[in-house]
């Protein structure tokens, strides 16, 4: 390898799922550099939209604070296994977001520890702490902008506010909205939002915009449809149709588009966005019937439903569109399964070492360092 320019070599690699550069850089040090280009990191996102994305797998049973990973790209009939990875001594966390080969991780009891997190360099960094209110409810939001090349986090403070035990009113007390913008050692304020975001795994980010639903409201819309634009810092309605302005959906990114999965009687319907931010682009493109995968048939024991990922989840979640047009979806944070629309076939995945109960992200798994923010490793 060593008569190979340097630029053939780093094409070669940025071709590789980010699993098998793990064990290139480990034959030798010459090849250890090679794989800590930094040029490598900016190759490698210009090939992601060629190729299917990884899942991290975030598990709290039976031990907490377990990842796992699955290359989506590599997957094979005969060696479909997930691989544990290796997690810094955390506090108990929850997963905010994943974004351009970073995750953030919030921890679970305060909310105020925060921690932006590449689980294949498994270098780290705790972010600075943001200003703290009482009896407070936090919507976060984790982000990148290809224009101004900066990763922020967005943290949202609702007073709590209910009348009598109904969740329903909640939410329209104050408001605080604070922005960090990763290598800044201060938060910024951004003053009050007029809308109640829903927490994560609503949030979706397309088009440099971050996107939540909001919380139903007893007067006007039941529901909005709210962008937080990660340029300019400036929230936005995002126009929707009808069909969507009063019933429960999630957010989800197919193939670079903003998508809503409804619920419904026959199974899941996904409108999708064909231009972005244009109302009349919007059409219900997909229908996915009822699925019941084998991981489903096992009886769960009380500890399992105890789980944070367990309770308050769809039983169906779409998670992304895979590169041969089939849509991979979570099933009650216990099976994972691959639905062919043309077909309407459903195949589930039966992989070796899934954990039994697990929250599952979907990551564009990369080397890149986070050398600007922290030296961190373990």
């Known amino acids: 390898m060593e008569y190979l320019p340097q630029e053939i070599v780093l094409d070669i690699l940025s071709r590789l799922p980010v699993t098998s550069l793990l064990h290139f850089k480990l034959v030798c040090k010459a090849w250890l550099n090679t794989a800590q280009n930094p040029l490598l990191p900016s190759l490698q ?3 992601m939209a060629k190729n299917d994305p990884c899942l991290i797998l975030h598990c709290d049973y039976p031990i907490r604070n ?15 296994t997930v691989h544990q990875i290796r997690v810094p001594a955390l506090p108990e966390f929850d997963v905010v977001g994943s974004c351009k080969g970073l995750l953030c991780l919030c921890d679970s009891s305060t909310k105020n520890r925060l921690y932006v997190y590449n689980p294949f360099t498994r270098n780290y960094v705790e972010l ?6 009482a009896n407070q409810d936090v919507v976060f939001g984790f982000g990148f902008h290809p224009t101004t090349n900066k990763y922020k986090v967005v943290k949202i403070d609702y007073c709590r506010k209910t009348h009598g035990n109904h969740r329903y009113y909640r939410g329209y007390g104050k408001s605080e909205v604070q922005i960090l913008t990763l290598g800044s050692q ?26 939540w639903c909001t919380w ?23 126009e929707k149709p009808d069909e969507l302005h009063r019933i429960h959906y999630d957010l989800v990114n197919l193939g670079g588009c903003l998508s809503a999965a409804v ?46 990922f367990f ?6 979640r779409v998670l992304c569109l895979l590169k041969n047009g089939e849509i991979l979806l979570e099933y009650k944070c216990r099976a994972l399964v691959s639905y062919n629309p043309r077909n309407e076939m459903f195949k ?14 979907v990551h564009e798994g990369s080397l890149s360092w986070i050398d600007s923010f922290s030296d961190n490793d373990i």
């Open 45 to 47: 996102f210009s090939r």
């Open 66 to 80: 377990q990842l796992y990973s699955f290359e989506l790209s590599s997957r094979d009939e005969d060696n479909q």
């Open 128 to 133: 600075p702490k943001s200003t703290e209110f």
């Open 186 to 211: 201060e938060w910024r304020s951004l003053g009050q939002v007029n809308y109640h975001m829903l927490e994560a795994p609503s949030q979706v980010l397309v088009n440099g915009r971050l996107h």
């Open 216 to 238: 139903p409201r007893y007067h006007g819309p039941s529901r909005l449809l709210i962008s937080f634009d990660i340029a300019d810092e400036q929230f936005r309605v995002v």
């Open 263 to 308: 619920p419904c009687s026959s199974g899941k319907e996904i409108w999708v966005m064909k231009e972005y931010d244009v109302k009349e682009s919007w059409i219900k493109e997909y229908n996915i019937g009822i699925h019941v995968p084998r991981g489903l048939e096992q009886d769960l024991s009380q500890s399992f439903r105890d789980s944070k």
């Open 311 to 316: 309770r308050n989840r769809s039983f169906v």
């Open 348 to 361: 589930d995945l039966l992989l070796h070492g899934m954990p039994n109960l697990f929250e599952a992200s």
